[in-house]
């Protein structure tokens, strides 16, 4: 699977930003995704992640109660809704895609990773 994520921008503090995971070449709906962030110097966290039918959803304590995943399966797509943006939330952000059990914080569990769409959040 293929993945693409979009919806990245600038944003004020205490604003939305909604990002989407767009799958191709594969039915999204056979994986667990997940949201990933990375800030400048910073490895690589967990934000959140859905089961492959989105029955249940984890997001980080970081980001829990104002961060939110969900999917549409019919639309082959995941997304990320961020409210309530804090400058801290600034980073890059991944979606990745995995088949199998495990943990879904676990970032070496995901095999398949989209390029990145940059969130920036002004003070």
């Known amino acids: 699977v293929q993945l693409q994520a979009s919806g990245g921008g600038l944003a004020q503090a205490g604003g939305s930003l909604r990002l989407s995971c767009a799958a191709s070449e594969g039915t999204l709906s056979n994986y667990v995704v997940a949201w990933f962030r990375q800030a400048d110097g910073k490895e690589r966290e967990f934000v959140g992640a859905?089961?492959?039918?989105?029955?249940?959803?984890d997001t980080a304590d970081s980001v829990k109660a104002r961060f939110a995943v969900s999917r549409d399966n019919a639309k082959n797509t995941v997304y990320l809704q961020m409210n309530s943006l804090k400058y801290e939330d600034t980073a890059v952000y991944y979606c990745a895609a995995k088949t199998g059990g495990g943990p879904r914080w676990h970032i070496n569990e995901y095999g398949y990773w989209g390029q990145g769409t940059q969130v920036t959040v002004s003070s």
């Open positions: 859905i089961s492959k039918i989105g029955g249940s959803s």
